[in-house]
């Protein structure tokens, strides 16, 4: 059996799930990121300039960012977290044939999916609403699947490592919350002092705006940004393996 068909054996039942609560999924995806377009696009800065684009233009990638981290995060961890504990049905899966990273990734899939089509809508009405500035590139599409993936594994490292739905409501209030509005959705993260970059940059949301937000406005992509990125996916599927491996779960 090849990689990729593991892969879909383990994530079939996921997408499946998504397919019966689809229409469920594209209300939830819409309804946050609109209203955070709304409060901070046009109801804080309208008519400022930052980058030398409209701050509308500087949000929306923003924006998308911030969806796919919501949306991929989100959906992994809750159906794993609730797959592993109440369900049960997660250690039957580590019984069959398969190799860990296809469990991880099939796992994973979910998430990259909802998180796909969450920054596919958001971009969509953002080029609606300002066409003049948005572009949609191949760095822009690379970014935003590296992205999905990385929230990801996020979502499924914080899944098998919590022991409970509180544990999980914790992580997200620790660690999610903070990224939504401190890595450079809503601002710019040069305009703060040198420390606070500092710490904001070891946030992978930090580097996944630089680089939506990058490869969109047609600003100097920052290929280091990426790499970043891509560091945190290799720790976050490192750490899972690990987990799954030694049967900390």
Known sequence: ?????EVYYVAWGDLRYMRHTFKNILISSLVTPILYLLAFGYGLRVGADVGGVPYIDFVIPGVIALSCLSSSFAATSTRLNVQRLYYRCFDEMMMCPLSNPAIICGKALIGVCRGLL????IFTIGWVLEPSYLFL????????????????MLGVMCALLARSHAAMTTFSSLVITPMTFLCGTFFAIDSLPAWAQGVLYCLPLSEASSCIRAAALGFDFPFWALGVLALFFCIFFSVNLYLIKNRKI
């Open 137 to 152: 590139t191949p760095l822009l599409i690379l970014t935003v699947i590296l992205a999905s993936f990385t929230f990801s």
């Open 118 to 121: 969450s920054s596919a809508l």
């Open 1 to 5: 059996m090849s990689f990729f068909h």
